[in-house]
């Protein structure tokens, strides 16, 4: 018997990010599984398509993870495609998970971010800690300092009914996969009714070209998060600035997406301390691998509970050491490997002084040879067999049949 999969995506790889990634190598890894008919139903106009895979495009779809639609009009436009399905599998098209209840289907939803708890989409570093009320005091807080706009704040407000009905219909499916065990400690915690049903499904790894690692000789330190709050920029400016007035011989390349006013005020400390600050702007995943042919440490700052950030798995499996925040899903995947003591306090930028410097003092031969080898080496045992793709295909089809 063939099990007809229906796949629901707004986005989709290559045109946004992360979770579009991962949802396009969860489609993937789906294609080697016997017994299967997969079809992704996709927002995004120019999918990077998986062969054997059936795609429809529908741009509406792009609209109802951000705006409420009337049950009665999803439920007529997609009742036909729906029905046709045994399973659906939901990632963001959160109100799609109560129409495809109403036909008796089985659904399993994949988060990847915080959309069912906050109205934001992220929770703040420690948020085991907090309460409801805190998740919403943070929401306003990250809405106004991430985009840097009041009209931000307003649509935050006008989201928490929202995010209530999220939670609804995110609670109304068989299966809840989470990005990571720490992603799923969080959200059972602010979704008690789900527990059972929240299991943890790691992300197939994306390809990670061979790279040989030539390290610059200047000490060059790679950070890709852009001038984000979330991702720590404040924090990573605090310590580029701490450092270039010492006068050490550092580099910093700064990839992603940055502000005018963040160019202009790079621009002004390479006048004057000497140019140390290099700003890429967006480039490619294949240039991103480039640098990191010469990179001594990739700097994550992030003040977020991020669920399983591919950019910390990337950067571990080429041999680049990470300097990072401990939280999220960079807890487990570090653990136990010689990158383990790099991790860092959120929003220290003391600390994520101290401990690039402490990268410097390794030297440039060590790193090549002994730490390079180190890292790869525990990167093979303690890390990789997370992301098995015979098990995590395992995995997912026991929630699929």
Avoid at 59 to 86: G, V
Avoid at 207 to 230: A, H, N, Q
Avoid at 307 to 336: D, F, M, Q
Wanted: proline share 5%; aromatic share 10%; hydrophobic share 40%.
């Amino acid at each position: 018997m063939v099990i007809k999969v229906l796949a629901v995506m707004p986005t989709y790889y290559p045109e946004a990010g992360g979770g579009a990634l991962a949802s396009h190598l969860m489609v993937n890894l789906l294609t080697h599984a016997e017994g299967l008919k997969l079809t992704v139903l996709t927002g995004a106009r120019e999918p990077e398509k998986v062969k054997g895979v059936d795609y429809y495009y529908d741009p509406f779809l792009k609209l109802i993870d951000k705006h409420y639609i009337p049950q009665q009009w999803l439920t007529e436009r997609y009742r036909n495609i729906l029905e046709s399905h045994d399973v659906i599998y939901i990632v963001y098209a959160y109100p799609l998970i109560a129409v495809a209840k109403k036909f008796d289907k089985k659904t399993i939803v994949h988060l990847h971010d915080y959309r069912p708890i906050s109205p934001c989409a992220a929770v703040l570093a420690e948020a085991l800690n907090s309460t409801n009320l805190d998740l919403l005091k943070s929401s306003f807080i990250i809405s106004m300092l991430e985009k840097r706009s009041v009209k931000n704040v307003v649509k935050n407000m006008l989201n928490i009914p929202y995010t209530m009905m999220i939670r609804l219909w995110v609670s109304m499916a068989d299966t809840i996969l989470t990005a990571s065990k720490r992603h799923a400690e969080i959200i059972s915690k602010y979704m008690p009714e789900c527990r059972d049903r929240i299991k943890v499904q790691y992300n197939p790894l994306p390809r990670i070209p061979k790279i040989i690692k030539r390290l610059d000789t200047t000490p060059t330190f790679l950070y890709v998060g852009g001038d984000s709050y979330l991702k720590g920029f404040p924090i990573l400016l605090q310590t580029i600035k701490h450092m270039i007035k010492e006068q050490l011989e550092v580099k910093f390349v700064l990839a992603g997406s940055y502000r005018k006013e963040t160019f202009k005020t790079i621009s002004i400390w390479n006048r004057i301390y000497g140019k140390k600050i290099y700003i890429l702007g967006q480039i490619s995943h294949q240039q991103i691998f480039k640098i990191h042919e010469k990179t001594w440490a990739l700097l994550f700052p992030s003040i977020t509970e991020e669920p399983l950030p591919y950019a910390v798995v990337e950067s571990l499996a080429v041999g680049t050491p990470v300097i990072a925040t401990r939280t999220g899903g960079i807890i487990e995947i570090v653990k136990g490997t010689c990158v383990e003591d790099l991790l860092i306090a959120p929003r220290n930028s003391e600390e994520l002084s101290k401990t690039v410097k402490l990268v410097m003092s390794y030297g440039k031969e060590y790193l090549e040879n002994q730490f390079l080898s180190k890292l790869l080496y525990d990167f093979k045992e303690k890390i990789y067999n997370k992301f098995d793709e015979q098990q995590l295909l395992d995995n997912l089809l026991s929630y699929i049949k």
